[in-house]
């Protein structure tokens, strides 16, 4: 089975379609992705020029995690984020409608996608809410059930570094180790804390896979 991951980053959801049995993943980023675990290519994800659509029908399944910078908090502290950074979910959806190719496209919550999954680190065991939202076309998976915020413990630190007053690591934050970060989004390559903070747990997309994977199969 053949995975094409757009927007692909450092690999945090390719790592996930490769533990649910993905064979090949190819990877496409704007930007290098030195820490990319699988195949990778440079380049614009909607180019329809690149290499990568040339036999976009070959793929089983299309990931694309577009920029989310438009819709996260951050939006409302960095005043010009939504200036630095093009909002890209549209032309993407209208792209993956027209492949043909079943597809996945990820998110943050607010975003401009239909919410078919609701994910959240809470469903998997891991130390992040890390909440996102994935629209599907082409099939349909069900969800693990509701998030469990209440199974985390006080346990980490605050951050002005007082003991016990956070429930959760708060990925990509500078005063936590790059390593409690990684441990919390079960992310075991090399991977920066930038690139971290812009990932999503494998946990997630293995889940999806699996789910995917198994009705190809029936």
Known sequence: MRLLDLYCGAGGAAMGYHQAGFDEIVGVDIEPQPNYPFEFIQGDALDLDGV???????????????????????????????????????????????????YIIENVPGAPIRPDLVLCGSMFGLDVRRHRWFQLGGFSAMGPGGCNHKGWQRRFKSSTGRQNKRYTIEVGAWDESLKDQKAAMDVDWPITVRELSEAIPPAYTKFIGEQFLAQVNA
């Open 52 to 102: 990568w659509w040339e036999n976009f029908y070959q793929y089983d399944l299309i990931h694309a995690s577009p920029p989310c910078q438009h819709f996260t908090k951050y939006r409302n502290v960095v005043k010009d984020i939504t200036d630095r950074y093009e909002d890209l979910i549209a032309p993407t959806y209208d792209l993956l409608e027209a492949s043909g190719v079943p």
